[in-house]
């Protein structure tokens, strides 16, 4: 048997007679310790059976919870880290705290970056989320010993002098000072309308709240209008909601009431510094005359027309009121653009050239009859004159023509009908033919002629004739053409290979489609 195997057995025998006791027990678990303890539990490194129960592994939760007393009362009670925790009521101590690794050994595993405050008894809300750990923790005492009430930490920030009590979350909310809940209804003067959005401290000049003024002339002398001539009992007009929202019934309290556009204006657009005092007439023109954008032609029963809403909102309707009835571009024209006279002495002609002669274009070749061509909408849209009627119908092409392509100005009958007169710079006969195009062409298209030169002309084109083009014969102006004969030399003098030997009678001899093509003899 090898030394190894003998100094094994001998171990094995000892450790089976020292476990066969507790005392035995006992000194086997000190034998066998993994290292020294922290420094918190140094006093009962030597009794082992203070946090260990030989064989038994899971008795070591209880017997952590007989000397931490706290911890255990946490968790029996659901209060505190280890009683919130979600492991609280199963995990073993030694999941997170080991031991047995000396005497500094932090065994509280905190790691301050990822521990979640949610598991104690202080959930951190609002500005604490911000809050670094030693602003409520003091170095050397424990974690649940930070205090919990806001006193607590807060007594130096108090404004209140401590006047106001210790129970600052009865008022403030944890978001910050300023955001505060305190339910002013309950001090017998609740915040109605502007004075809900005005802080503390513009009505509290005491930071105790206490004697604060609360009659209106109290805070707002400095704000009143009327220097004092309406007496301080300012609710008796005013609301809570602002000055401009009065209680003041204008047609209760006076012989005018306010309609319309009226009831928009402030105090001092009628009345002067002393309102009260003043003597206003109520006639239109008192306030108004220099509105009248009439320039008094209407005279000054302004009512007649017009409605307390709005001066571009007459109840005058010229359809019905007068023998001429506003249509078209006519309803957009101001009441001054024809009445340029007082409208009781003189009233202005309803003929269109009455107004429109300046407006006249055509130079008085048209007359004076617009309607006839032109509606009350606007002058060019829509027209309706039929060109049609005239001597000059629009046929193809025309018809798509604007009247600037053809009508140099708006004097439409002195222009030239001819064709010659829009179409001689599309001649492609560079004038060799007269000037009726329309002998030749239609209105549809310079390409859709319909000239015959077979019976139109005494040369009707025969063979090859009639694949020329009209200028590889007509070099010339046309009259100039008909003066010559139909011999074919006009033409054919330099394609004559017998240089003029047989005469100038082709004919005889050759034929219309081909000069190779010679006739028989014969």
Avoid at 390 to 413: I, R, S, Y
Avoid at 439 to 447: G, K, L, R, S
Wanted: aromatic residues 6%.
């Amino acid at each position: 048997m090898s030394l190894r195997s003998v100094l094994g057995t001998v171990l094995a025998m000892s450790i089976l007679f020292l476990a066969s006791t507790p005392s035995r027990a006992q000194g086997i678990e000190s034998l066998l310790s993994p290292g020294e303890v922290i420094e918190g539990h140094a006093d009962i490194e030597a009794d082992c059976s203070s946090c260990h129960k030989s064989f038994d592994k899971d008795a070591q939760r209880d017997l952590c919870m007989d000397c931490h007393e706290e911890v255990a009362a946490d968790v029996r009670a659901g209060d505190g880290f280890h009683g919130l925790h979600p492991d609280a009521g199963s995990a073993q101590c030694n999941t997170c705290h080991s031991d047995h690794l000396g005497r500094d050994a932090d065994v509280a595993g905190l790691d301050e970056g990822t521990f979640d405050h949610d598991f104690t008894d202080f959930e951190l809300v609002g500005g604490h989320r911000d809050a670094e750990c030693a602003d409520c923790h003091d170095a050397g005492d424990k974690r649940r010993e930070a205090p919990s009430a806001c006193f607590d930490c807060h007594s130096d920030d108090d404004p209140h002098e401590k006047q106001m009590g210790e129970a600052c979350g009865d008022c403030h909310k944890p978001t910050g000072w300023d955001d505060v809940r305190f339910d002013h209804d309950a001090t017998g003067w609740p915040l109605i309308g502007k004075h809900g959005e005005a802080s503390c401290e513009t009505c509290h000049q005491d930071p105790t709240f206490q004697g604060a003024p609360t009659a209106c002339y109290d805070c707002h002398a400095d704000d009143d209008a009327h220097d004092g001539r309406s007496g301080n009992e300012c609710d008796k007009c005013h609301s809570p909601t602002g000055w401009d929202d009065t209680r003041f019934d204008h047609a209760r309290d006076t012989d005018f009431p306010l309609l319309g556009g009226h009831a928009a204006l402030s105090c001092g657009d009628c009345h002067s510094e002393d309102p009260f005092v003043d003597t206003l007439d109520s006639a239109c023109v008192a306030c108004h005359l220099d509105d009248d954008p009439h320039e008094g032609i209407n005279g000054d029963s302004c009512g007649d027309c017009h409605t307390f809403d709005a001066w571009d909102q007459p109840e005058f309707d010229h359809d019905t009121d007068t023998n001429f009835a506003l249509r078209g571009g006519h309803r957009e024209a101001a009441c001054n653009d024809c009445h340029v006279e007082p409208v009781f002495e003189a009233l202005p002609a309803t003929t269109c050239d009455s107004c429109h002669l300046d407006d006249e274009p055509h130079q008085g070749t048209l007359g004076t009859d617009c309607a006839s061509c032109h509606s009350e909408v606007e002058w060019q849209d829509p027209v309706f004159f039929d060109h049609d009627l005239t001597a000059f119908p629009l046929l193809g092409k025309h018809a798509d023509n604007e009247c600037g392509d053809c009508h140099a100005d708006k004097a439409f009958a002195s222009t030239d009908g001819s064709c010659a007169a829009c179409h001689r710079d599309d001649d492609v006969h560079k004038g060799n033919f007269h000037e009726r195009c329309d002998a030749c062409h239609n209105p549809v298209a310079w390409e859709a002629w319909i000239f015959d030169h077979d019976v139109q002309t005494d040369f009707p084109l025969l063979g090859a004739h009639k694949d020329a083009a009209c200028s590889a014969c007509h070099r010339s102006a046309l009259e100039g053409v008909k003066l010559i004969d139909n011999s074919c030399r006009n033409c054919h003098r330099a394609d004559d290979v017998h240089d003029g030997e047989f005469g100038f009678d082709c004919g005889r001899c050759h034929t219309a489609d081909s000069f190779s093509e010679v006739r028989s003899l014969q």
